[in-house]
């Protein structure tokens, strides 16, 4: 197994800028999409992501990662989708403060390793909001008028949990439900399975993972039974962490 | 440091004296994120080795590392995702012991911990001597599970937990720094959790 960094090697400080809330938008009941301009843009991969920042009168701070959702393009604006939380200190605030006008301090775009390349054919797999940074790359792909590199297989619970649900279906995507299915989907509800991954894998490409632990580990073996070289795979998993 | 968010309070104001700046107490979680497939690892092939700037190189097996003198860390661990879990115990045996049997050379200065996976991340010698890391098989008195580091992992608990490298197989001795995989990829060097070291240039 190999691990291959990358990343080229970072020497250059991340520095903290203060972003300008231009828009939300809500992606489902308990996701919303933050589209932040930065007064010092730097262009992303897609798969990175920013560290946010929020901090209280008394200099009490408290900082979460977020995923890019938007591809780069150039406007010196990026998107965070952040899912709400139960008990979610950061996700709370968000979704219940935050609103066009206000400021937020982030820095970014960060990782490497979890990020697409924009030249090499991948196959994504996301569960819930693990799709936020599958997004940014069937985003990039879209925009560079090269949907055929990325397939993309998202699962949710029930296609209200489906985010960017006006943007996401196309030929290259595959939206699988696993408790409720709508009456059109063509397969009943049910986990990721094999069969589901199996006639998306080309030989050759990247295959990169995103959503919970468990999610992650379940999505990992059905891709490797699916003809994915185990160290091909490259997983980003979401910690509990608000 | 810039200005206030507006409208943010915080929710947690009575800190906890062992959680760092930034961070904060995940209790009964034990998040998992590490970027590769969790690999399984049988005991019977599991190796450490110490291995560079030593004079002798040595490898164990899975009996031999635990048939060594066991040594116990109990305490806190923080993640640079800004997770801290409070008043663990970790079973394994000190990195001190492992370092006594190769016995580093006078020109070393730091290493580079490996791992079953191809993952590496780099830190000064001392910061792996006198009493500060080890290398642990149980986990609150539990065998680390795959997604942990299991069969075993190096633990530097006063270092962010990204230098507890999972399915740890070894050490190497060098007389220089040098990155390993999340250093590279944006991440500082040493990751003083105190000092919020948690990107390069903090």
């Not at chain 1, 972003?19 to 843009?41: G, I, K, M, Q, W």
């Not at chain 1, 569960?127 to 699962?155: E, I, K, Q």
């Not at chain 2, 002798?56 to 806190?76: C, F, H, K, M, Q």
């Amino acid at each position: 197994m190999t691990l291959t960094p990358g990343g080229t090697t970072h020497r250059r400080t991340l520095r903290w800028q203060t972003a300008r809330v231009v828009a939300v938008r809500d992606e489902t009941p308990h996701a919303r999409t933050f589209r932040l301009a930065l007064p010092e843009p730097r262009p992303h991969l897609p798969g990175q992501y920013y560290v946010l920042r929020l901090t209280a009168e008394d200099g009490y701070t408290a900082s979460r990662d977020y995923s890019v959702a938007s591809a780069p393009d150039g406007t010196g604006e990026i998107e965070l989708t952040v899912e709400r939380l139960d008990d979610g200190e950061v996700s709370e605030f968000l979704h219940e403060v935050v609103e066009p006008g206000d400021e937020l301090e982030v820095r970014g775009p960060i990782g490497g390793f979890f990020a697409w390349d924009g030249r090499s054919p991948a196959l994504l797999v996301g569960g819930g909001s693990g799709v936020v940074p599958l997004m940014a790359m069937l985003r990039h792909a879209r925009r560079l008028g090269r949907p055929d590199l990325v397939r993309l297989v998202v699962s949710v619970r029930s296609p209200e949990g489906l985010y960017y649900a006006d943007e996401l279906p196309g030929p290259e995507t595959v939206v699988v439900h696993t408790r409720q299915a709508p009456p059109d989907a063509g397969r009943t509800a049910g986990r990721l399975a094999v069969a589901d991954v199996a006639p998306l894998v080309r030989g050759g490409e990247t295959a990169f993972v995103c959503g919970s632990t468990g999610f992650a580990d379940a999505a990992t073996a059905v891709l490797v039974e699916a003809g994915v070289p185990v160290e091909n795979i490259r997983v980003e998993r979401f910690g509990p962490s608000g | 440091m810039a200005g206030t968010t507006r409208g943010f309070v915080g929710r947690r104001r009575e800190r906890d004296p062992r959680l760092p700046p930034g961070q904060y107490d995940a209790r009964d979680e034990w998040p998992v994120l590490h970027v590769e497939a969790t690999p399984d690892i049988p005991t019977e092939r599991w190796t450490f080795t110490v291995e560079g700037l030593v004079e002798n190189t040595v490898t164990w097996t899975w009996d031999e590392i635990r048939a060594l003198p066991r040594s116990r860390y109990a305490g806190d661990i923080h993640c640079v995702t800004t997770w801290s879990k409070l008043g663990m115990t970790f079973d394994g045996v000190s990195v001190d012991t492992l370092l006594a049997a190769a016995r580093p050379s006078a020109a070393a200065t730091h290493v580079m911990a490996l791992s079953h996976t191809g993952y590496t991340t780099n830190l000064p010698l001392a910061d792996v001597t006198g009493g500060k890391a080890w290398v642990v098989w149980d986990a609150d008195g539990q065998p680390l599970t795959p997604i942990h580091g299991g069969p075993a992992r190096l633990l530097v608990p006063h270092l962010y937990f990204w230098k507890s490298a999972k399915w740890v197989s070894g050490l190497r001795l060098m007389d220089h720094d040098e990155q390993g995989f999340w250093e590279r990829n944006g991440y500082h060097d040493r990751g003083d959790p105190w000092d919020e070291q948690r990107y390069q240039g903090d």
